[in-house]
Every structure is written in C-alpha cells, then in structure tokens.
C-alpha cells in the first residue's frame, strides 16, 4: 500500500505561481510513475502531467504545457508540480496519483492523495 500526501495549494491571483508536493511513503516510491491530476467544480477529474521513475519521461495536457512543470525527488520519495502563470481555469483540486499507467488514450492510477485545492482568482 501507497500512501500519499499533497500540500503547497492555496489562493493565488492571476498570473502567479504555486508549487504543489506530494510526500508518499508505503512502497518503493522510486519504482512508481508518479501523476497529478485535477478536479474542477462540475468536471471529471482529468489529466496534469506524469513522470516516469527515472524522470525521462514527462507528457503533460495540452492546457498546461509550457506552464507547469512535473519533478521528482526519490531520495525525499516527493514528487513536485511547479505551476507557473495561472489561470483562473486552472482553479481545481489537485490529486497526486501513484503507479500512474497509460491505457490507450487514458491513465490509470493504483493509488490517490486525497488532494489539495488550488484557487486562482482573476
């Protein structure tokens, strides 16, 4: 079993930045492809970024390449997301996930954090 713990989000205007961390503990981290996914108010939760255990490999939805950024600290069993000028849209709770599997045109996820909101105000 997979424990995950997200802290970092908060309230932020428009154009700031925040940087969201997710401590796991359980298994051996390092061996796990590790994702963030977001909720907004109304929606299905939906796709941020992953990266792979050796952070070779980083795919990250079209809304927020170029702006966030996902890394990994396995000697800390962290995995982080720089989020850079923000959007309003981008106004969701965000899950860290673990053991994150691409699945034809969709991941699945072995293990959840419970989240952390992240509100950007215009």
């Known amino acids: 079993q997979v424990q995950l713990v997200e802290s970092g989000g908060g309230l932020v205007q428009a154009g700031g930045s925040l940087r969201l961390s997710c401590v796991a503990s359980?298994?051996?981290?390092?061996?796990?492809?590790m994702g963030w996914f977001r909720q907004a108010p109304g929606k299905e939760r939906e796709f941020v970024a992953v990266?792979?255990?050796?952070?070779?490999?980083?795919p990250y939805a079209d809304s927020v390449k170029g702006r966030f950024v996902i890394s990994r600290d396995n000697a800390k069993n962290t995995v982080y997301l720089q989020m850079n000028s923000l959007k309003p849209e981008d106004t969701a709770v965000y899950y860290c996930?673990?053991?994150?599997?691409?699945?034809?045109?969709?991941?699945?996820?072995?293990?959840w954090g419970r989240g952390t909101q992240v509100t950007v105000s215009s």
């Open positions: 996930a673990g053991q994150v599997t691409k699945r034809g045109g969709s991941y699945e996820v072995d293990y």
């Open positions: 359980g298994r051996t981290f390092s061996n796990y492809n």
């Open positions: 990266i792979g255990w050796s952070s070779g490999s980083t």
